[in-house]
């Protein structure tokens, strides 16, 4: 069974701070780990990752992904109160493009 | 580009109601749709792939006589929620991808409320 582990579950920042969340991933026929934000509504798409090392920037985030080890982060720096919000990771199926997500992680940035 | 747009946003209506919801892809087409399902507090939940032209593709443990799928245009797909109860009641969201090279976006999400 495919399992996509997110760490933290939560945290709480201030303005300024810079957080790192964790998503480990265990997908069969694996082919992209994705992020995403979810405030009040869906989720709005932010990275797609399907090569290893390579640093994906936009903005204040950037995210990367280790294929070897199994695990992506997403760094958030200079946070703003407009950064709380969930944040999901989900690994991308081969074939189906079914997305596997996990739990999320609940950012709170606090002015 | 790549918006999904999904309506209603909101529905509230007694037990043994039948509830249709859509998930429009509005400047692509998409042969593939997706219908996921989120309780308070928990992650999206896939619950079925919808297929333009045929039949949808249930996840397991997703019934599918109680949610029914239907894709008959390359830019329109609907789940209809059928004898609604309230233990159906969720949050249900859809999403779509230009192509396969690209990611998923998501519609906005229809929460459901069933009294």
């Known amino acids: 069974e495919d399992k996509v582990v997110q760490s933290p579950l939560s945290l709480v920042v201030h303005e300024g701070d810079t957080v790192t969340l964790n998503c480990s991933y265990e997908v069969t026929n694996f082919r992209s780990l994705l992020w995403y934000k979810q405030e009040k509504k869906a989720p709005t798409f932010l990275f797609m990752l399907?090569?290893?090392?390579i640093e994906k920037k936009s903005g204040r985030l950037s995210s990367i992904l280790d294929k070897k080890e199994l695990f992506s982060i997403l760094n958030i720096t200079a946070t703003q109160t407009g950064d709380s919000a969930i944040y999901l990771c989900a690994g991308e199926i081969y074939n189906d493009y079914k997305l596997s997500f996990g739990a999320g992680t609940t950012v709170t940035v606090r002015a | 580009g790549a918006v999904v747009s999904q309506h209603p946003s909101r529905v509230i209506c007694k037990s043994g109601t039948s509830v249709k919801i859509e998930c429009r892809s509005l400047d692509f087409q998409a042969t593939t749709m997706f219908w996921y399902r989120q309780f308070p507090k928990q992650s999206l939940m896939l619950m079925a792939t919808?297929?333009?032209?045929?039949?949808?593709?249930?996840e397991q443990g997703v019934e599918k006589d109680k949610f029914l799928i239907n894709h008959a245009s390359l830019t329109l797909s609907t789940l209809t929620v059928t004898s609604a109860h309230p233990e159906d009641s969720s949050f249900y969201i859809c999403s779509a991808a230009p192509d396969t090279n690209q990611p998923q976006h998501f519609g906005d999400g229809t929460r459901l409320s069933i009294l």
């Open positions: 399907t090569s290893s090392g």
């Open positions: 919808s297929n333009e032209g045929s039949k949808a593709t249930y």
